[in-house]
């Protein structure tokens, strides 16, 4: 009687590990421009007291409810603001402190916080006040 003998494959399917490299290859690509991003150094205060107070040589600015801006308590309009505070960057070197209304609408911060970028300014802290207190 012979013996039977199964034929084994010696042959192994490679493609779902080049499906999954090529995934993850992707996925790096994708990541990697990501991790060299740098954005702003922000520092979010919960102390009741404005840190301004402590520090003068930091810029106020403060957004109301209604969206408006004031720098160091005068009012300026959105399009005269990185103007102001490239002015104000000099004399104040120690940053900028961002004081907005409870109320205001995001939209508000963000265009603040694109025109303090533009403006150059490194360090910036973010603290959430009343517009009656101002």
Known sequence: MRARTKKQF???????????????LIIMMVVSPLLEYKGLNIAVS???????????KAI??????AGAAEVDGAAVSWE?????????????????LIEI???????????????VQAAGIQRVQLQEKSESAN
């Open 10 to 24: 010696a042959d192994i399917n490679i493609t779902p590990l080049t499906d999954i490299f090529l995934v993850l």
């Open 101 to 115: 209304d409870g109320e205001a609408i995001h939209e508000s911060l963000a265009r603040a916080l694109g025109v």
């Open 60 to 65: 106020r600015l403060f957004i109301t409810a």
């Open 46 to 56: 919960t102390d009741s007291k404005p840190a301004a107070e402590e520090d003068p």
């Open 80 to 96: 005269g603001l990185e103007e102001e505070l490239r002015e104000q960057r000099e004399a104040k070197p120690d940053g900028i």
